[in-house]
């Protein structure tokens, strides 16, 4: 009895380490389709981009603007108890999304570098190449740098695996995209960089 208690609560523990850890690099890579070789300029080809693993196997629709400037970050409250305060999409809500009136996103002269043309779900991008030190990425139709207070929540995503990346305009943070990861669910601030 004492042996099956253990059991019990270890499957418990278990249970609860993988709802609370973040989708993690390795989530990304488990689905990976082998080869590809898909176009991304334009959208690329349907047959090479693998079934988004998050958001209930959907590419999310664009957040909507908060009318509110000082509404707070929406965590998801799980039906087990548990939070999850990290920005990510489920069931097509953007989670975890800084309040639009923080500073930090402020910006003097926004888009100054112009705005990137093709976004939301009908887009999904293949990184062609990664600067880890300069926090940037380059898809074949443009560059980005990500927002330094949300690197850390990337900085372990597999940018080479493929098709992966949804770009959205920024409702509430002006001159500020969001990188959507389709197999993680969880999205980071990008700055446009140019062509
Ligand atoms: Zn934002």
């Not at 999310?60 to 400037?69: D, G």
Request: aromatic share 12%.
């Amino acid at each position: 009895m004492k042996t099956r208690l253990v059991l019990l609560s270890a499957s418990v523990l278990i249970l609860s380490a993988s709802i609370l850890l973040p989708p993690s690099a390795e989530a990304q890579r488990s689905g990976r389709s082998g080869g590809g070789g898909g176009r991304t300029s334009g959208g690329g080809s349907r047959t090479a981009q693998s079934r988004p693993r998050a958001n209930q196997g959907h590419v999310p629709t664009a957040p909507a603007a908060r009318s509110n400037p000082g509404e707070p970050r929406q965590a998801e409250h799980l039906s087990t108890g548990h939070v999850n305060d990290m920005p990510h999409v489920n069931h097509n809500q953007w989670f975890g999304h800084e309040q639009p009136n923080d500073a930090r996103f402020h910006m003097d002269k926004p888009f100054s570098h112009g705005r990137f043309a093709h976004l939301g779900p009908t887009f999904r991008y293949r990184v062609t190449r990664f600067d880890a030190n300069r926090h940037r990425f380059w898809f074949s139709n443009g560059s980005f740098e990500v927002a330094t207070w949300d690197w850390p929540l990337c900085a372990d995503w597999c940018w080479d695996c493929g098709e992966d990346f949804v770009v959205y305009d920024d409702p509430d943070h002006p001159g500020w995209n969001m990188l959507y990861n389709v197999h993680t669910g969880v999205y980071v601030h990008v700055q446009y960089m140019g062509a």
